[in-house]
């Protein structure tokens, strides 16, 4: 249920910017963030890009959950067309605050907060350097964020990460992610049971299970040499790796 603002209330409208087609960990993060927004303060909006005319899960999750949103169609990293098509949706409903997220939507808000004059916020999580192209990319994103109001960093690393790299942001900050649990955990043994049928694993089996991208920065290597440091301590565990990426053999 939504409630009308108190007259004489400004509501601050906040956007956030993203570069996605799918609706995966972050994109849950988004839209779980503008639920919980207070609405009689804030009204929260979605923008994201529409490449060659793909659905689009992310926008498709902000409709269900009756987030104001906008599909905007590129046709290119850096296409001019879609640019102004952003800045005018951004002019026309108001915008007061645009959180940025990944390379594409920090280079577009940083040129949007230049031409708009609307304070902008960058996202910084991480970078992956999986290839030249994403690493030029990674490399537009590093000047971009010298260019807004302020990054939010996921970790202390990245903000020490980004220091060494020179990003010189007018404001760094630190927000760790969090996430909402229930307050009565559900019972894990038929979800083990589940598990140990599917992989057809021991009873006796001590399952230890990593889930997510399986790409560098994640620290896959690391788990399979700490397991081999283990030695006859990990004869008891069965391992599951669990997630798609370019190191997914």
Known sequence: MTHAPAHGVHRWKIAHLIATSFY??????????????????????????????????????????????????????????SWQALRKSIQSRGIDLLCVHGYKSTVMGAWLRHTLRVPTLAFSRGYTRENIKVAFYQYLDRIALGKVDGVICVSEGQRRRLEGLNVRARRLWVVHNAVHTPDVLPDAGPIRSQVLNKFDLPDEAVLCITA??????????????????????????????????????
Not at 61 to 81: H, K, Q
Not at 231 to 248: H, S, T, V
């Open 212 to 249: 997510g991208r399986m790409s560098p920065e994640k620290g896959h290597a690391d788990l399979i040499q700490a397991i081999a440091l283990m030695g006859d301590k990990a004869q008891k565990c069965r391992f599951l790796f669990c997630g798609e990426g370019p190191c997914r053999l």
């Open 24 to 81: 995966g960990g972050l994109e849950k993060q988004i839209i779980g963030h503008l639920r919980l927004l207070d609405p009689a303060k804030f009204e929260g909006t979605v923008f994201s890009f529409i490449e060659d005319r793909k659905t689009n899960e992310f926008l498709a999750e902000a409709e269900e959950a009756g987030i104001p949103n906008a599909g905007i169609p590129m046709r290119g990293p850096l296409d001019i067309r």
